[in-house]
């Protein structure tokens, strides 16, 4: 049996240009040049449909953040040599996806709500998938870019 239906492979092209919708509007609101907003949606949406595979794979929330930075941080140091602009604008808009704002939100409910065992819960869930796209970010970013000859 395919994991890859008709109706699933649907729902995934949707969710990358939703992605992408939701990335651009996010470099829209952060001021990114002009003529960068494309790629960065595209940063955006690639991530989120890297992430979105490897849940439909079997991956937990863990785990396929790490697997879907990764790629994100690769794409946004070829975007940034390409372009010519700085790796931060393709970075912090496209990694707004895969950003843990519900478990964050639902951790501080949960607290005020009083119920401590959720609130932990949900808390190191969040801090774990904090971890890992900082570190999947750390790991990239740290590979050595080629020296060019001159």
């Given at each position: 049996?395919?994991?890859l239906t008709?109706?699933?492979?649907?729902t995934l092209?949707?969710q990358?240009f939703?992605?992408?919708a939701?990335?651009?509007?996010?470099?829209?609101?952060?001021?990114?040049?002009?003529?960068?907003?494309?790629?960065?949606?595209l940063?955006g949406?690639?991530?989120?449909l890297?992430?979105?595979?490897?849940v439909?794979?079997?991956?937990?929330?863990?785990?396929?953040s790490?697997l879907?930075?990764?790629?994100l941080?690769?794409?946004?140091?070829?975007?940034?040599?390409?372009?010519?602009?700085?790796?931060?604008?393709?970075?912090l808009?496209?990694?707004?996806?895969?950003?843990?704002?519900?478990?964050?939100?639902?951790?501080?409910?949960?607290?005020?709500?009083?119920?401590?065992?959720?609130?932990?819960?949900?808390g190191i869930?969040?801090?774990k998938?904090?971890v890992?796209?900082?570190?999947?970010i750390?790991l990239?970013?740290?590979?050595?870019?080629?020296?060019?000859?001159r």
């Amino acid at each position: 049996m395919s994991l890859l239906t008709n109706a699933v492979l649907g729902t995934l092209v949707a969710q990358f240009f939703l992605a992408a919708a939701g990335t651009l509007s996010f470099a829209i609101l952060f001021a990114c040049p002009r003529r960068l907003l494309p790629y960065c949606a595209l940063v955006g949406g690639v991530g989120w449909l890297v992430y979105e595979l490897a849940v439909l794979l079997g991956a937990d929330s863990t785990t396929a953040s790490l697997l879907a930075v990764i790629p994100l941080t690769l794409l946004t140091r070829v975007l940034a040599i390409l372009l010519k602009a700085p790796v931060t604008v393709f970075l912090l808009t496209g990694i707004f996806p895969l950003v843990p704002g519900a478990g964050i939100y639902y951790t501080a409910y949960y607290f005020i709500q009083n119920n401590n065992a959720l609130a932990l819960s949900n808390g190191i869930s969040t801090f774990k998938i904090a971890v890992v796209l900082a570190t999947g970010i750390a790991l990239v970013l740290g590979i050595p870019l080629p020296h060019r000859r001159r």
